[in-house]
């Protein structure tokens, strides 16, 4: 099998440190499974923030990965490596990376694959893994969500967002959202959101506190940081829970620990690339027993903004960045590159 496939194969490598223009397409050997690990053909890339900082020079892959940008795809499984015993050659998969996306072919844990969901192309799963293991690990493992409970997402918009407001609502969960436009506010209440606020025209601390009556909201789950934190700590509800995984506000904050202590309030957050392949496999491992039968059932669907080609992969970047899309950016990987 691995006779037939090309060597070299076509990759987007980060030329330096710097904007959407670092990125260049380029050749090198096609990669090797090591034991445990399968390579996929890829058909589809998601592309996320992360990528945009790795490529900045501020998100550096973790030791022993692929240094290309790309931690999620969908394709084809066309290799094998030793103790590999749960997929097998031809199997669909869409998959979480350490790196390597950004090319026809990559390789990624064979535990950190999840079957392609039953109708779902591969450009659509493609948007799956990274949003998914995210929300998952920091929205109903870490700040705990349960039914019935409250969650805040900032930035309903995003890629993130739109997963978390259909996760929740699956799992019987109120949701609110901030977004930065009425175009966005819309889409999210479309996707399940029962109120989404315009931050730009609205106080979201104040707005929360109207539409729970004053409760506040169970969980946040937060992309900003920076001044917004001591603004989301009067948004929770009391024993509320803070999860942050991203810091475009900044990476301080001034928080009065007096009211933690009094509310009994949680800040907790995490990073999902430095996370060791043993617990990316116990999590896949959940999302396919507890959430794939929700996507197969058609109570999760795709939101993809735009796709590309791989050749135009600093124009993605460049709409990644500009945060005017709603929901994932997709690169399409042609068989020829």
Request: net charge neutral; with cysteine.
């Amino acid at each position: 099998m691995r006779s037939a496939l090309p060597d070299p194969i076509q990759v987007v490598e980060i030329s330096r440190p710097g904007g959407p223009e670092v990125l260049r397409r380029a050749t090198r050997s096609l990669p090797r499974p090591k034991a445990g690990e399968v390579l996929l053909r890829v058909a589809a890339a998601g592309v996320n923030r992360p990528d945009c900082l790795q490529r900045a020079g501020a998100y550096p892959p973790p030791p022993g990965a692929s240094d290309l940008p790309g931690l999620e795809v969908a394709g084809t499984v066309v290799e094998c490596g030793e103790t590999v015993t749960q997929w097998k050659l031809g199997d669909e998969v869409c998959a979480l990376t350490p790196g390597g996306g950004y090319a026809q072919f990559c390789v990624t844990p064979a535990t950190h694959c999840l079957p392609l969901p039953k109708g779902w192309t591969p450009t659509q799963a493609a948007s799956l893994p990274e949003t998914m293991f995210t929300v998952w690990i920091n929205v109903f493992e870490r700040a705990r969500l349960t039914l019935g409970e409250t969650l805040l997402v900032q930035g309903g918009a995003s890629g993130i967002g739109v997963t978390a407001i259909q996760l929740a609502r699956a799992f019987g969960s109120r949701v609110f959202v901030t977004a930065g436009s009425d175009e966005k506010c819309s889409a999210c209440e479309a996707l399940g959101a029962q109120r989404a606020i315009n931050y730009r025209t609205q106080d979201f601390v104040a707005e929360m506190k109207r539409l729970t009556d004053g409760r506040g909201a169970d969980v946040i789950l937060d992309m900003v940081a920076g001044s917004y934190v001591p603004r989301e700590l009067k948004c929770l509800a009391d024993d509320g829970r803070l999860a942050i995984i991203a810091l475009m506000g900044g990476s301080t904050a001034e928080v009065n620990f007096s009211e933690v202590m009094r509310r009994r309030l949680t800040l907790t957050g995490s990073t999902l690339r430095p996370r060791s392949v043993e617990f990316k496999a116990r999590v896949a491992a959940a999302l396919r027993e507890t959430v794939w039968p929700l996507i197969d059932a058609g109570k999760i669907r795709p939101v993809i903004y735009k796709t590309f080609p791989l050749a135009e992969v600093a124009a993605a970047h460049v709409l990644m960045e500009s945060g005017t899309h709603i929901g994932k950016i997709v690169l399409e990987v042609a068989e020829d590159g």
